[in-house]
Every structure is written in structure tokens, then in C-alpha cells.
């Protein structure tokens, strides 16, 4: 929000000595978020003056088109003579009145002038657009000279020749820029900061929604509104014989224009002018082009509409319509539309009159906050005035609102306001709030005082009544005063948060990182030791994400957590895998030239079962007890912490000291082994199909928790219709974890005994169905070899003619060693073959070439 400290000060009589960075550091010792002071005009110096062309001579003989001029600027010049000027120009004629910089002043951007010869002629100054005095556009242009937005400044008739312009045009000003949060809708308006300005000053406040309203009546234009719930309050005023001709007054443009928006025509500037001022969005229909009664309901699905920016929409059930009898003439809250646009002024050329819209309905409504957010939004059509009515707006303020606008009209395009108010009120109560009065004192741990609480209450707008418990009314303007904890606030944001005591917190000794937080950042490092870097993610997911993973219909990874206000509509959900994160960020690598990339990423997902319900509010004056966080743990979804890496390109590159590899489905377990290794597990491999992994390379990882086998998660390459779906480079591999099972399958480590008696190392090769898992082969070798095995190795898979189709050959080197003596050949050899034996009853494995 801009803020002009020229308009600011209308409403609140600042010391004539305070500067905008004086205002800025009082505002925001209130809370609001000033983020700069811009000074308007800075080194700009006279003589500007306005002028009225008395002459033009079109030069020629030049490669643009150039103007030698006479302008008279009346005793500004010390002569009373006209002043030459030349000008290259064309939007304006003779009669026009314009903006004349003098020799001897200085510009913006310390660009002097000084009278020069130029094309042939002697120029005494300049006559000035709107961005060489850092005005920006300016929207009144002479349309019919070809002159656009960016043109000479042509002033409305009326303005007396030698006027000081710098004072005309407020062209030296301070605006400050306000960073608006969405609980602090009010501060969008003049009148929102004007009262935060007052507050802080301890000044009173010229409240510009104070005007005398006149009731309403059976006289104003008809309006029906098929959902109260949508709108709760609408006022419809209607003014007439309004002058097409009319221009907006210098001073309304300048303030518009500070305000960071573009005039337009006088109707819609006043419309903009008071919904900057008192923050009610507000919007005026052409009454010739509405045919029967204003309606507000909720749109069709599917229906259609052209909004003011030409774009035709396809609306949606929950989109709130403002209709007549043809069907939607405006997307309520967000935009009107093109059918029902007020007219610029125009000449016929049949006639030669000048027309344009004379007649307009004033619509000053309130809209429920959260249609219009996801309507604005569904649309990605954010607006001026859906930015005030998702954060709040005061619906008391819609009928003064309405009388405001009417009387601009009245006063500057020379309308008349019809005697009929159209005024609709669903019927509410004023919002109250029970606190005790030392609550505030509680919360801060800063002793107020009842005095200071309701002092503070009653400058923020509230009605406070009662002794040692209070009941506060709060504003209509305060649609975030809620709760008890919200009136604490109030009152010790306006005491001052500099004022609260630093009190550092004393935790307990002892006490440092838990065993999930340690085995969270082993992994971490771990990873990143293996070559992998870690990419952080939103946890944010849609649909669309999971058909192109190709999950099934059934699959509980579809079972996700809404969002209430998602930052996009097609990400509404919060993760339930890490694999849509980290693969968009893969497939964004790619697509930027690095095609070798392993990636990793460690966080929460979120599964919820069904038997989540609301939380409970809280307390903030003391700790919750241990009943209230079970209670608030059981409205939360499980969140498990899961690992997931994902993999494309080459492993290991290419280079003088051999040929590379590309990552495959076992770069993917191997890193699986790698985070099992930190947890202090052992994972059991089987193959198994599960989406989204290629149903041929997918394995399955088990971790022994109490005796049984656990799931702890899958690795493998990404089946080729999701690489396709997804657009990821080829042979993509993925694998993800659940951190949480690894670690309930933690054992005790036992140091190992070190014995000094020597290895006794043995050979096997295996013959087995393809179909029969290694790590079935592994298990029993293990099993059969007995105690004296140490360690076992798979280092060949062969497949091929020599051991017949459908069969593979596994080979393993079996290390066995005694603690206690040296182990003969035979005793070996018996270790070997009764491994060997347990295989072959186990898994059908035979002893090749035997």
C-alpha cells in the first residue's frame, strides 16, 4: 500500500516539522511493515509553470516530425511575452493548456534547462511530459491529437497561464510503501493508516467515513441476492446527467498516481479514489447497458464470461456472479465486466456530440473473503479489490462508500444522485469477546494495568466494558480479532515490543539432539559422502503428480492432507511420497545441461488415517499439559521421516583411467545400503512390483524388527511410462526409505572379536532359477555355513547357454576363521558344504560343474 504523506496528513494534523522516515519509524513501532519512504520530486526546481500554446509551426526538412511553438506563460517569464519553444511532441493542440519548465530550473535526475538552439530555432524551455517530472503516466492525454500515456501533460480548462505547476501537480511529496499482511487488511486504505498514524501520535483522527448517509428506501435500484452468504451487505446508489466530457481533476489524478494506480476516466478514478481512501472496493456500471435487476448468485458451472480485460472466462460453481436478466455482468469482488463498462467520452460523427456514459449504478458490497480468494485465484486474475476482500473489509464502511462516490460524481462530472438507496443487510451480530483484564499482562509477562488495556482497546476501535473480566466489542474494520490472544496482542504491539524484557530461556542440562535427529543428519552426510546432493523441496503435491507416477486407484499414497489456503490450486495437497519433489527438481537439472545428478532429500511425509478431527485452541499463559498435546498429537496425520535419492546420468565418468557407467537400479539399493549401514541395520533385498519402479528392476527392502520382517521401502528404475510421463532423462532410478522402521530395527553393535589365526578362504558358484532372489541364496549360506563363516561376498552373476535357460550362476567367496585356532582344510571344506547343502534345500541351488 502507498501511502502519499500529503494525503495522509488530511487526516491526521502531523507536526509540520515530521518527515515520512519520522511516520515510518513511528508506524512501524506499531507494527506495520514501511518498507521505504519514497521522495517524491527530490532536486526538482523551478521555473514550471502552465502554460497555453498560442501558436504552432510544423517544422520540416527533419527525419521526425518537429513543432516550433508559442506558448504564453504569463508574467512567469519576467516578460509577459510568449515563450518559444520547440517540441517534437504531437498529442496536443492550440488552446491546450501544458506544463512549461523555464530556463533556469532543474529536472529530476538533475537534468538542467537552458535555453539551446535545436532544429534550426532558439528553444526557451521545454513543455514536459509526465515521466520527465517523474510523474509517470499521465492518464488525460488529448486522445484525438494521437498523443498516448506517455505524451505532453494537456490540463483540464480552467487553469490560469503562470500557475506554479510544482504546487499544481503536488509533484514534491514523500509516499511511504507499506508492506501489507493479511491479517492487517485495514491498512489498506488511507483510512486504515491514517488510524495507526493517529495511534501512534496520540493525535485524533478526522475518521473520512463520518459522512451523513441517507436511510434507505423503496426508491433505489432493484437488487436480489440469491446467496447471503456470499454477500452479506450490498448498496447500490444511482447518479444521472452526468457530463461525458468531464476530465478528473489534476489533483485526483496526482493522488492515484502516487498511489501506485493509472486514471482512467473521472468514473472509474473517483471509484479508485475512494476505495484507497476508506479501503471499500467499489465498482460503477453504465445503468443504460444493465438490463433489469442486479442479482448476486453463485455462477453456473461452465458458464461464460468477459471480464473487463477482454478475456473471455469459463466460470466455476463456486465463483460468486454479479448478474442482470441477460445472465453475469461481473465476477464479484474480483472484476467487473465488459458488457456493462463505463463508456469513454466519444464524438459521434453523425451528430457531432460528444457521448458517453451519463448514468451509472454504484455497487459498494461486502463478499465472503475466502470465494473471492479462490476465485481470484482459480482465475489467476488477483486484483486491487479481491487483495482487500480476502483480507477483510469493513462492511460498515459500504454505504459511506457509496454516498462518497456519489457525491465526487456530483461535485466534479456535475451529476445529480437519485433520492433512492438500495441498501440489502443480512442480518449479523457485533462481535464480542470475553478476556480477563489482566490477560494481556499474562501473555507479556509485563504488568499494563486494566487502565492501559482498555486505553489501548478503545484506540484500536473496540467498545470495552466491564471490571476485572471484559467484554470487548470489536470494530467491523478487525475481522482478525478472533480470540482473547488477539486483543493481547493488540494492546502490546501499541505499548511496544521494544518494551517487552529479553529474558533468555533456561533449559534443562543434559539434554541434546534426539536419536532421531542425530540418524537424520548421519544419513545426511552419508549421502552427500556418497556423492549425492541434497535437494530441498516443497511438500506441497497435486493429483496430476501421482496419475503420472502411476499409482493405483487404491494406492494409500493417494490418501492426502488438504490444504485449507494452498499457495496453488494444483498443489493443494501436502506430500504423502518425497519422489514428486525430488524428481522435479531432477527433470529442472536436466533441462538446464547437467544430465549426471544424484540427488537426495530427507523430511516428513504425511499419511493421514482417517481419524484426524479438529484441534483444540491452546493456551499461551502457561504450558500445556500432557493430555492437551496427546489431544493435539491426535488431530495430526502420521508424519514418518523418510530418505529418497533419485539418479540419471553417469555413476562413475569416463575418463584416461577407463570407461565410465551409467547409474542403474543398483546405484539406487546401494544407496539404500548406505543409509541402512548409518541406522545400524541390515536390509534384506527382494524383487518385488511397485509403482512407480520398472516392475523387472524394482527391489524391496525389509528391515528384522522383533523377529519379523518390516517394509522400510522400495529402489530400482522408474518405469518407462512415468520417465515419459514425468519428462525424465532415461534409465531414471529412484529409491525411498522410511527412516522410522530403520530405526525401530536398530541392534546393539557388539565389537567384533579379532582373531590372529588365519583365513581360510573358499569359492562357490551357484546354479539357480532366475527367479530365485540372492538374497534367499545369501540367507541360507549364511545359515548353513554356521559360526565359523566371517564374511560372505557375491562377486559374479553369469547367465548363458553353458548353464541352461531360465538358470543363473551366482558366485560367492566365503571367508572362515576361528577364534581359537587355525582351521584345517577339511574343517573348511565342511563349512562349505553344509552351506552349500542348505542352499540347494532352500532354493533348488546345484554346484556348477559338479
Not at 536 to 551: E, H, K, M, S, T
Not at 816 to 832: G, I, Q
Amino acid at each position: 500500500m502507498r501511502v502519499p504523506l500529503s494525503w495522509l496528513r488530511e487526516y491526521v494534523d502531523l507536526p509540520a516539522t515530521e518527515t515520512g522516515r519520522d511516520v515510518q519509524a513511528k508506524l512501524i513501532g506499531v507494527g506495520l511493515e514501511v518498507e521505504t519512504v519514497e521522495q517524491i520530486g527530490a532536486g526538482l526546481k523551478g521555473p514550471l509553470v502552465v502554460g497555453q500554446v498560442l501558436t504552432i509551426e510544423e517544422l520540416e526538412g527533419f527525419k521526425k516530425p518537429i513543432r516550433f511553438c508559442t506558448v504564453d506563460v504569463g508574467m512567469a517569464n519576467g516578460t509577459g511575452k510568449p515563450q518559444e519553444i520547440v517540441c517534437g511532441a504531437r498529442n496536443f493542440a492550440v488552446g491546450d493548456h501544458v506544463v512549461v519548465v523555464l530556463p533556469g530550473a532543474v529536472l529530476p535526475g538533475d537534468f538542467a534547462i537552458a535555453a539551446r538552439k535545436t532544429y534550426g530555432k532558439t528553444s526557451h524551455g521545454m513543455i514536459c511530459s509526465g515521466d520527465e517530472l517523474g510523474m509517470g503516466d499521465w492518464g488525460s492525454p488529448r486522445t484525438e491529437s494521437g498523443g498516448g500515456s506517455h505524451g505532453i501533460i494537456v490540463l483540464p480548462p480552467g487553469h490560469e497561464t503562470g500557475t506554479d505547476a510544482i504546487e499544481l501537480l503536488e509533484l514534491v511529496d514523500e509516499v511511504l510503501d507499506i508492506a501489507v499482511t493479511p491479517d492487517r487488511g485495514y491498512a489498506l486504505s488511507i483510512r486504515g493508516v491514517a488510524r495507526e498514524t493517529a495511534t501512534a501520535y496520540g493525535l485524533p483522527l478526522s475518521d473520512p467515513a463520518l459522512l451523513d448517509v441517507p436511510a434507505p428506501n423503496a426508491h433505489g435500484y432493484p437488487v436480489k441476492i440469491a446467496d447471503p452468504q456470499g454477500c452479506d451487505r450490498f448498496t447500490a446508489r444511482t447518479v444521472t446527467g452526468l457530463d461525458p466530457e468531464a476530465r478528473t481533476p489534476v489533483w485526483l489524478q496526482r493522488r492515484l498516481q502516487k498511489a501506485g494506480m493509472r486514471p482512467v476516466s473521472l468514473a472509474v478514478d473517483i471509484t479508485n479514489y475512494v476505495m484507497l481512501e476508506l479501503g471499500q472496493p467499489l465498482h460503477a456500471y453504465d445503468r443504460t447497458r444493465i438490463d433489469g435487476p442486479i442479482g448476486v448468485r453463485r455462477a453456473e458451472q461452465g458458464e461464460k464470461f468477459t471480464t473487463l480485460d477482454g478475456v473471455a472466462r469459463v466460470l466455476d460453481a463456486e465463483d460468486l456472479v454479479i448478474t442482470d436478466n441477460r445472465g453475469p455482468i461481473g465476477l464479484a469482488g474480483v472484476m467487473g465486466g465488459a458488457n456493462t463498462e463505463i463508456a469513454d467520452a466519444a464524438v459521434d460523427p453523425e451528430t457531432g456530440r460528444v457521448q458517453g456514459t451519463t448514468d451509472v449504478v454504484i455497487e459498494a458490497a461486502h463478499f465472503d473473503a475466502l470465494s473471492i480468494s479462490r476465485t481470484a485465484r482459480r482465475h489467476k486474475l488477483p486484483s486491487e479489490a479481491s487483495k482487500r476482500f480476502e483480507r477483510g473489509v469493513d462492511p460498515e464502511a459500504a454505504s459511506a462508500a457509496a454516498q462518497r462516490t456519489a457525491d465526487l460524481l456530483v461535485l466534479l462530472a456535475g451529476g445529480t444522485a437519485e433520492a433512492g438507496v438500495t441498501e440489502i443487510i443480512a442480518p449479523s451480530a457485533p462481535r464480542s469477546i470475553s478476556m480477563p483484564a489482566d490477560h494481556p499482562d499474562r501473555v507479556a509477562g509485563v504488568k499494563y494495568g486494566r487502565e492501559t488495556v482498555v486505553r489501548r482497546l478503545q484506540q484500536v476501535g473496540c467498545d470495552v466494558y466491564g471490571q476485572d473480566e471484559l467484554v470487548v466489542t470489536v470494530p467491523s474494520w478487525r475481522p482478525d480479532l478472533a480470540y482473547p490472544n488477539d486483543l493481547a496482542e493488540e494492546v502490546i504491539r501499541l505499548e511496544g515490543y521494544e518494551n517487552l524484557p529479553s529474558t533468555l530461556p533456561r533449559p534443562p542440562a543434559g539434554r541434546g539432539l534426539t536419536d532421531r535427529q542425530r540418524l537424520h543428519r548421519r544419513v545426511g552426510r552419508a549421502l552427500a559422502g556418497a556423492g549425492f546432493v541434497e535437494a530441498l523441496n516443497y511438500p506441497f503435491i497435486g493429483q496430476a503428480v501421482l496419475d503420472q507416477l502411476g499409482l493405483p486407484a487404491d494406492d494409500a499414497r493417494r490418501l492426502t492432507v488438504k490444504l485449507a489456503n494452498p499457495l496453488s490450486d494444483e498443489e493443494p495437497a501436502l506430500r504423502t511420497t518425497l519422489l514428486p519433489g525430488l524428481l522435479a527438481a531432477l527433470r529442472r537439472n536436466a533441462g538446464r545441461g547437467s544430465h549426471d545428478l544424484a540427488l537426495f532429500e530427507t523430511g516428513l511425509v504425511f499419511r493421514p488415517t482417517g481419524d484426524e478431527h479438529p484441534a483444540a485452541r491452546l493456551p499461551v499463559d502457561r504450558r500445556p499439559t500432557d493430555e492437551e498435546i496427546a489431544g493435539i498429537n491426535a488431530t495430526l496425520p502420521r508424519q514418518p521421516r523418510r530418505v529418497a535419492v533419485v539418479l540419471a546420468g553417469a555413476r562413475e565418468q569416463a575418463g584416461w583411467w577407463g570407461k565410465g557407467r551409467p547409474a542403474d537400479w543398483a546405484d539406487a539399493v546401494e544407496a539404500a545400503r548406505t543409509v541402512a549401514a548409518e541406522a545400524g541395520v541390515e536390509l534384506t533385498v527382494r524383487g518385488d512390483r511397485h509403482e512407480p519402479w520398472h516392475p523387472g528392476r524394482c527391489a524391496a527392502l525389509y528391515v528384522t524388527v522383533d523377529g519379523a520382517e518390516v517394509l522400510a521401502g522400495h529402489a530400482g528404475e522408474l518405469h518407462p511410462r512415468v520417465i515419459k510421463a514425468l519428462h525424465l532423462p532415461e534409465r531414471t532410478c529412484a529409491m525411498e526409505l522410511e527412516l522410522d522402521v530403520l530405526e525401530q530395527g536398530r541392534i546393539v553393535l557388539v565389537a567384533p572379536r579379532i582373531s590372529s589365526f588365519p583365513v581360510a578362504t573358499q569359492d562357490v558358484a551357484l546354479v539357480v532359477p532366475a527367479d530365485v532372489p540372492a538374497a534367499d541364496v545369501e540367507a541360507a549360506l549364511r545359515e548353513g555355513a554356521g559360526e565359523l563363516l566371517e564374511s560372505l561376498r557375491l562377486f559374479d552373476v553369469f547367465t548363458g547357454e553353458q548353464i541352461g535357460e531360465g538358470n543363473k550362476s551366482l558366485a560367492y567367496a566365503l571367508r572362515f576363521r576361528a577364534t581359537d585356532r587355525t582351521l584345517t582344510v577339511d574343517e573348511a571344506t565342511a563349512a562349505r558344504d553344509a552351506a552349500v547343502a542348505l542352499a540347494a534345500e532352500r532354493t533348488g541351488a546345484v554346484l556348477r560343474g559338479a
